[in-house]
DNA sequence: TTGTATGATGATTGCGCTGTCAATTGTTCC
DNA sequence: GGAACAATTGACAGCGCAATCATCATACAA
């Protein structure tokens, strides 16, 4: 019998064809490129794979042909909603062209993302997708140097390490505070929880939407990571700390709804006492009641955009596209939960 | 010089051996086991891996030592907030200890399920870690056939097929039920998304305490993935079919959620009208308004306690804990979303 | 018949690294 | 002074697969 020569070894591609009666080139065809090998060779390896229950090694397969089929992404979240649609997307882009997504967490943390880009390197991913555009110098120096596709996303910036598909979050942040001051709110407040760096951006659109109505900054701040029961926090302190508020923008819509609960639980009136928008325009802030005005980003756009430049890239031996800055915009969802000051 | 003989290619160890004058062996010990070199060569390949920017290639280094240092973990969803502490747990315990965590995501489909078990077997993980027990049988096969540690979590089962912690979700949604029932609530509704397995044993539950209180069933289930605005639309069609119910019990805490929106939205108060209790209590169900009474579900404990026993096996040469199943329990936390009947 | 083109199959080599064992050096003890 | 030993270091083979080129059989044209 052709049995695997050690039992307690995993089955080998030899062993499949030592079964088959081929050689070990033969083997590998049928599972490669199965057209260019005889109908009756093909069916003795199929049988062999099956009865041995063989198993590619991707190591090696990897290994010998320097092609991983493998793209790096690195969130800095994994359970913040908005990374949902956004890894959706790259699997639904990636997986039917044949690559593999491997997801790292940054934790928002430039130190931990330098680590998990070195992490993912050392994987030989063959393009690599990051979230925001704040990379350490080192961890761009080694993303160069690996020779790979690169997209940051997310956010604009104006010296990408190679391509950049995102949306201008000063920009997006402008417009929900000039949202509120459209609506002759005159005290309008912030809330974010600066962890997050594209949050910080969001806040500086408020400031110049705060200076274009010369309006006062009032800006709150947690140096916790962002989180539901967060906005109710931060809401009671910017309360109390500016009473004549009548709108506040939370940095994202799990602080909206932290606050919209806080309020519901001291009896503000929103939109009545209180204006709140959110933002990311996540799916609970539609049904919310009332239901939460919010800045919508293009996530699922975005990245399916990236995948789809990397796969052009890739196939394409190799040619970057003409524009290496793409900018998605965003959309103003005026819903229930901001309304005329007064 | 010594450079890289060949530019546009990677830089190996034998780059790294030749630019420190050693041999590739040692180089390669420096990086793994520093305490054998002396102190002298140690510093010179150091100072040759800084300058030559060098990333060992894992690939390489696990196909020799066959030794990946990979633990496979598989989900249903990623941006569940169940799975937030889950995997948070497994960083937490396999980072420090030198090995990748790898996730894929089976999107609660036992056909994906199977193929990301076989794709991540294909990558040798030294171990792997299933949210459920409802596994295809072609999938328990590959896994046995392995030969890694695997640990089936979050539920129990009698036939585990080889670690099982989890805790009994037939119970805990029978907690939930007679939670309800103790309130002395008559007619309890139930509502989930039965794409969960789980959320399907939980109903159990709830039957067995309706048929314990000689109550009359009302489930209500919509074949779609659980989200907040199923919970509002689950909970209109329970209460236009079944216009007596007083209490439901909701599949998870984004029904929960859901549904108390959709209260608000029509005026039911909660818990006067209505009470209301969720499942597996997520943040948000503290600082909801009013507070969401849940079930709480040790998630941390559970990935925790799979890793910790995963590197014994893996670090004691492969023996087994002797109890093979662990019941972690679950926890009722009454709010104010559930009163008194009547 | 012979020569050539075509397609199918196999032998060999090497991807970059680590396990193993042999070789070398220095050290200690009697 | 030499044996016995420990501490370092290096040579070599091989992990499992794929790229490359060589070989072989077949078909067809001249």
Same mark, same amino acid.
């Not at 555009?133 to 350490?136: A, D, L, P, R």
């Not at 104006?158 to 190679?162: A, E, K």
């Not at 503000?268 to 006492?273: E, H, N």
């Given at each position: 019998m052709t049995l695997p020569k050690n039992k307690s070894r995993r089955v080998t591609l030899d062993d499949v064809a030592t079964r088959a009666r081929v050689s070990a080139v033969t083997a590998s065809r049928v599972l490669?490129? $199965? *057209?260019? %090998?005889?109908a009756d060779l093909r069916a003795r390896v199929d049988s062999a794979v099956r009865e041995l229950a063989y198993v590619p090694n991707q190591l090696a397969s990897a290994l010998a042909s320097?092609?991983?089929g493998r793209i790096g992404v690195i969130v800095p979240s994994l359970t913040n909603g908005v990374f949902g649609d956004y890894l959706r997307a790259l699997h639904d882009v990636f997986i039917p062209a044949g690559f593999q997504v491997l997801v790292l967490n940054s934790h928002y943390l430039p130190g931990r993302e330098e680590k998990a880009i070195a992490t993912m390197l050392g994987q030989f991913p063959e393009a690599i997708i990051l979230a925001g /555009?704040?990379?350490?110098t080192q961890a761009r120096k080694s993303l160069q140097q690996a020779g790979v596709p690169v997209v940051q996303t997310m956010e604009m910036t !104006? @010296? $990408? /390490? @190679?391509i950049n598909v995102g949306l201008s979050q000063v920009g997006a942040g402008y417009a929900a505070a000039r949202h509120l001051f459209d609506l002759d709110h005159i005290h309008v407040g912030q809330i974010s929880a600066p962890h997050d760096s594209r949050s910080r951006k969001r806040v500086e659109g408020y400031m110049q939407a705060v200076g274009e109505f010369n309006a006062v900054p009032m800006v709150i701040s947690a140096d916790q990571p962002s989180s539901v029961p967060l906005g109710g926090q931060m809401l009671i302190e910017l309360m109390s700390r500016w009473p004549k508020v009548t709108a506040v923008f939370c940095g994202n819509d799990n602080l909206a709804l932290g606050a919209l609960f806080e309020c519901q639980r001291r009896r /503000?009136? %929103? $939109? !009545? !006492?209180l204006s709140i928008i959110g933002f990311? @325009?996540? *799916?609970v802030s539609a049904c919310a009641y009332p239901s939460i005005s919010s800045i919508a980003t293009p996530r699922y756009e975005m990245a399916q955009r990236a995948a789809e430049i990397i796969l052009e890239i890739i196939r394409g031996t190799g040619t970057r596209p003409k524009q290496r800055q793409i900018d998605l915009g965003f959309r103003l969802i005026a819903r229930d939960s901001t309304g005329r000051a007064g």
């Open positions: 490669r490129k $199965p *057209e260019m %090998v005889s320097s092609h991983t /555009i704040g990379q350490t !104006d @010296d $990408p /390490i @190679d /503000i009136r %929103v $939109p !009545d !006492d990311n @325009d996540l *799916e």
